[in-house]
Structure formats: structure tokens, C-alpha cells
């Protein structure tokens, strides 16, 4: 099956840098690829997504970049604010049949 | 909006109890998922049923169990819990083909 690695799995920034949080995956046939936010007690929450044919996606502060040949792809957040303080998680899918999920990052924006 | 509602929020079983989580979902999916969530280890897909009717296995489907009983519930079921079980779990749902996944909040179960 696919493996998603993630990485780092905690990143501490001063409020207004940007973050930059990183996967990988292994399955080549992925082609869907949606980062999630999960705050403390609560569900992950789809923030942004990608597909294969595509290979930036911008949504005010977020973006996401893939690169399929390397097969990696990247969340970038700009301007960060302690609200966005929370675990984030990338995804892998073929065919949205099957989600495989990284192991997730703290992210902590200091005031 | 009330999306995905999971029943119970928490829950404490003895080793070899056996329970049911209860998953609903208003927006008129077609695709609904069990995952489990680990300590590290991100979530992990235990069952999925496409459309109502087929449920079909994930990563981690021993010890359990799943019923999609119509368009709207899943429920997945622990016939004899064990303290490995431990878990938050997650249940999601989606149109289908083409579409992202809409979490509940998540059921955190403690096995003794």
C-alpha cells in the first residue's frame, strides 16, 4: 500500500513567518492529495487539497505544491497567526478510494 | 450544519467487552470511514464503505467489525475489546468519487 511520510513533525515560528511543512509519498498512481488542521478535541478539518494535474494551489495565506516526479509535496502557510497553531496533517489517495495519512505536525505560532 | 455526529464522545471497556460506535451524517454522502488515530502514527483506515450497501476493508480491520445500515449511518463495532483497541476514533464521510472527506470529532475509547 502507499506510505506518506511527514516531516517535521513539530515546527515552532514567530507570528507573521511562514511555515513550511513537507511530505512524501510512494505509491506513483496517487493522484489526490488534501492537507488537513485538527485542533485540540476536534476532527481534522480540509483546509486545501491538490490533484495530480495540477502543480500549485494557492487559498489566501495556504498553498500547496506537488512535484510528481519527485513525489513530494508541500504546505505553505505566510503571515502565520497563533490561530493557526494545531496539528496538520498530509493525505495520499488513488482515486479518493483509500485516504493514507502522514503522522502529522505541531505547528506552534508564538505571539 | 450538524455534518458527521459520533456516539459516544467517550467511552472506558473492559478487556473483552464488546461495544458499538455510532456514526451519522446529514449531507447526503455516499462514502463513509472508519479511521483510528494513534499517539505518532496519524490516522489509519479501518473500514470504508463506498456507497450503501458494500463496506469494504482498510490498513487495520482486525478486531472489527461494520454495518452500513442505510445512506446516512455507519457504525462499527468491537466484538471483544482489547487494550491494544485504545484509541480516538474517527469517522468521515464523502460524496464519493472526486470529493474530500468531512470528519466527526472523534470518539475516544480506553480499553482496561
Known amino acids: 500500500g502507499e506510505n506518506v511520510e511527514q516531516h517535521p513533525s513539530t515546527l515552532s515560528v514567530q507570528e507573521g513567518d511562514s511555515a513550511v511543512i513537507k511530505c512524501t509519498y510512494s505509491?506513483?498512481?496517487?493522484?489526490?492529495f488534501p492537507w488537513y488542521k485538527q485542533e485540540l478535541g476536534k476532527g481534522p478539518q480540509l483546509i486545501i487539497d491538490?490533484?495530480?494535474?495540477?502543480g500549485e494551489k494557492k487559498d489566501q495565506r495556504i498553498a500547496v505544491t506537488l512535484n510528481k516526479t519527485a513525489k513530494h509535496f508541500s504546505l505553505h502557510i505566510t503571515e502565520t497567526q497563533p490561530e493557526d497553531s494545531a496539528v496538520y496533517f498530509c493525505a495520499a489517495s488513488i482515486n479518493f478510494n483509500k485516504f493514507y495519512f502522514g503522522s502529522g505536525t505541531k505547528l506552534n505560532v508564538k505571539p | 450544519n450538524a455534518g458527521v455526529t459520533q456516539t459516544p464522545k467517550f467511552q472506558v471497556l473492559k478487556t473483552g467487552q464488546s461495544m458499538t460506535l455510532q456514526c451519522a451524517q446529514d449531507m447526503n454522502h455516499n462514502s463513509m470511514y472508519w479511521y483510528r488515530q494513534d499517539p505518532g502514527m496519524g490516522l489509519r483506515l479501518i473500514y470504508y464503505?463506498?456507497?450503501?450497501?458494500?463496506?469494504d476493508k482498510g490498513e487495520v480491520p482486525n478486531g472489527y467489525n461494520v454495518s452500513r445500515l442505510n445512506k446516512r449511518e455507519f457504525s462499527l463495532r468491537l466484538e471483544s475489546a482489547a487494550p491494544s483497541q485504545t484509541s480516538v476514533y474517527f469517522c468521515?464521510?464523502?460524496?464519493?468519487?472526486?470529493?474530500?472527506?468531512?470528519f466527526g470529532d472523534g470518539t475516544r475509547l480506553s480499553i482496561l
Open positions: 505509491d506513483s498512481a496517487s493522484n489526490y
Open positions: 468521515a464521510s464523502s460524496e464519493g468519487v472526486s470529493s474530500a472527506q468531512h
Open positions: 491538490i490533484r495530480s494535474n495540477v
Open positions: 464503505s463506498a456507497s450503501e450497501g458494500t463496506t
